[in-house]
């Protein structure tokens, strides 16, 4: 009520307002000083470049949350798609070198960007290497990650629908030990608790759990492998059912029961995923944890294990 009657009063005002420039200066705006300092790159002096004794080398330096369009190849539907990615890049630092050239970092990603940048380790390999060059430091990381779409059929309708995991790639450049690379999928399940089945007269509490396995690839991984969908059928293949974003009256009755079928303990999720990680012989080593978002609780159940082969 008495902002209606605040503009009602307004509407009688008759304002003058002064120039633009005048209102800038009422606002704190003030004109530029006398320009001293040099206009020309070679003749700026150059704070990062400094080389002393400072104290400490530096593990990692870099830049981080960069987004950035970016292609993304797939063996499931659909096959080539475009999504947004988020980069990390970083490189170690020396004792006697004061800092890094940043806008290096991201001169690399706008190169790669304009070539149409697709994420395949072959690209990524020659991505790194190639910054570590331009850096002149031994050693690089890259950490990216983004949204991976693909198609899910309802189980009994049999109509399509998108869903997506949070898939991420680290690449390890080193001059002296050459590229490590790491691959993480985070993907949504459901899961049925068997101690409920067991002790309920009927029915039995689900949730929708989260399985994030992270794997060291062999170096001579053939990415004809897609270890996107080995990942995603690990989790999926052992949880006690599967999400879906199409789900008609058929599809919930088949998803309902099967989750029913197949009770799972986050325990039961990180040892049945791991058995399948185990079974990949270009997976080196591999974590698996599975976080359920409890349906009769405010917390979170959590699981996890490590496996070096």
């Known amino acids: 009520m008495y902002l209606s009657k605040t503009i009602d009063w307004m509407k009688f ?79 170690s630092l020396p004792s006697d070198h004061k800092g890094t050239n940043m806008s290096r970092f991201t001169e690399q990603l706008e190169k790669y960007r304009q070539q149409g940048l697709t994420l395949n380790l072959l690209t990524l390999h020659d991505f790194v290497k190639e910054l570590s060059d331009r850096l002149e430091q031994t050693d690089t990381k890259l950490e ?49 608790c068997p101690c409920s089945k067991e002790i309920s007269e009927y029915s039995a509490h689900n949730q929708r759990g989260f399985v994030t396995m992270k794997a060291c690839l062999l170096n001579d991984y053939d990415e004809k492998e897609d270890w996107k969908k080995v990942l995603l059928n690990a989790a999926e293949s052992n949880a006690s059912a599967c999400i879906h974003p199409v789900l008609k009256r058929p599809d919930e009755k088949a998803v309902t029961e099967q989750a029913y079928e197949n009770p799972r303990f986050v325990e ?33 159940a959590i699981a996890a294990l490590t496996y070096i082969k």
């Open 268 to 300: 039961d999720m990180v040892r049945l995923v791991a058995a399948d990680l185990y079974e990949i012989e270009w997976f080196t080593s591999f974590t698996v944890e599975c976080r359920n978002e409890e349906s009769i609780h405010l917390h979170d």
């Open 13 to 91: 005002m008759n304002i003058k307002l002064p120039s633009k420039a005048e209102r800038h200066y009422l606002f704190g705006s003030v004109n530029p000083g006398p320009k001293k300092k040099p206009t020309q790159k070679h003749e700026m002096h150059d704070l990062q470049n400094q080389k002393n004794n400072f104290l400490f080398p530096i593990n990692k330096v870099g830049i981080s949350n960069v987004k950035m369009p970016v292609h993304v190849n797939s063996v499931l539907q659909p096959i080539q798609q475009t999504t947004i990615a988020t980069f990390t890049l970083t490189s």
């Open 144 to 192: 990216v990650e983004f949204p991976w779409f693909y198609e899910r059929q309802g189980p009994s309708s049999g109509l399509i629908g998108l869903n997506h995991a949070n898939a991420k790639i680290d690449i390890f450049y080193s001059e002296e030990t050459g590229f490590t690379n790491e691959v993480t999928l985070s993907c949504g399940v459901t899961t049925l």
